[in-house]
């Protein structure tokens, strides 16, 4: 399969989940690098317009609204969208069904994807199905070679803006403690308060309280629980790109396997994940900013349950606010690398 002509247009649809989109930035570069006569369209969820905004790896930004991503019909609507692109190649991230059926629908001349879910015959080009966990980076240069380019993996990017929030003249600590995928990835609140009250008092880090609007009250009320100050994000200036301005001010980042952990590798902040229910492989990237986190004698790890089946929730559970201390710190030291845990017999 080759492009029509150096000039083509493609079109990238983008991943769905956060986290996933700042993987394949490294994508978006080495088309840019590789292509440098081709328009470039980045296509996803409306919200990651600000995300992406000041990458020079793509031209133009095209979003999906929620009527292009959800109910019934959403593939039809989403192809009409995708037609006004005008693309001559789609490369289609996403493994879905209906992301395979709306370009070719919009009558995309070259459609590449990987075979899952019975869409073969909607692709022109089929990738192998994903073998196992395996850095999204990785897997998403696998995108190159039926263009005929060179696979490359460079480093994600993101570029930060400057912050509408106040900022105290303080070491600053991000903290994500959310998960869009569910309460299995999250700490129980008490182990995340006595943490960063420590953190605060040992260390005089204050922390910066992450995530999405729908975790604002919850947010809310983890700082009224806190002895130390905490910086909370104002609703009326959030967003993704507020998010990025925080978090390249930040000294250090607490998270989740979320997508703060991937914006913070992308915009070089040290960054301590803790992970239980995913496996630390499906995002092993910019590692020489990451601790990582996780209780490796527990034969439950990488179950991938949204809710944890178990009583006690032991990978989240058994982890201490003194854990996190000294992982946190860790962290921050130059010489703190991670290599990604072996895939163990109960990882799945």
């Given at each position: ?184 990835k999250q700490l129980p609140d008490a182990t995340l308060i006595t943490a960063l009250d420590l953190l605060h008092a040992e260390h005089g880090l204050v922390p910066v309280l992450l995530g999405a609007p729908r975790e604002q009250r919850w947010l809310a009320e983890l700082a009224a629980r806190m002895q130390a100050p905490v910086v909370l994000v104002d609703p009326g200036s959030g967003g993704l790109d507020e998010a990025k301005a ?103």
């Open positions: 399969m080759t492009l029509p002509n150096p000039g083509s247009t493609l079109l990238v649809r983008l991943p769905n989940p956060l986290g996933d989109v700042v993987m394949a930035t490294p994508l978006l570069r080495a088309l840019r690098r590789q292509l440098p006569q081709a328009r470039i369209l980045a296509c996803g969820d409306a919200s990651f317009g600000p995300l992406l905004d000041g990458l020079d790896s793509y031209d133009a930004f095209l979003p999906l609204d929620a009527a292009a991503r959800r109910g019934r019909g959403a593939w039809r609507r989403q192809a009409a969208l995708l037609r006004t692109a005008r693309a001559d190649v789609a490369l289609l991230l996403p493994n879905s069904w209906s992301t395979a059926a709306a370009a070719w629908r919009a009558r995309i001349p070259l459609r590449v994807g990987r075979r899952a879910q019975g869409r073969g015959l909607l692709l022109h080009h089929r990738l192998p199905p994903i073998p196992g966990p395996a850095p999204m980076t990785e897997l998403y240069a696998d995108f190159l070679t039926p263009l005929g380019l060179q696979r490359e993996v460079p480093h994600a990017e993101l570029v930060a803006g400057v912050p509408r929030t106040r900022l105290p003249d303080a070491p600053l600590l991000g903290v994500a403690p959310g998960a869009a995928f569910g309460p299995s925080l978090l390249a001010r930040c000294d250090a980042l607490l998270a989740m396997d979320n997508g703060a952990r991937h914006m913070a590798a992308a915009l070089g902040v040290p960054q301590l994940a803790v992970y239980g229910p995913t496996h630390p492989a499906w995002s092993a990237h910019a590692l020489e900013h990451t601790r990582l986190l996780r209780r490796e004698e527990l034969d439950c790890l990488a179950c991938h349950h949204k809710r944890c089946p178990l009583p006690d929730h032991p990978c989240m559970r058994r982890i201490t606010p003194r854990d996190l201390v000294d992982g946190l710190l860790a962290a921050t030291r130059p010489a703190a690398g991670a290599t990604p845990p072996q895939k163990k017999s109960g990882d799945r």
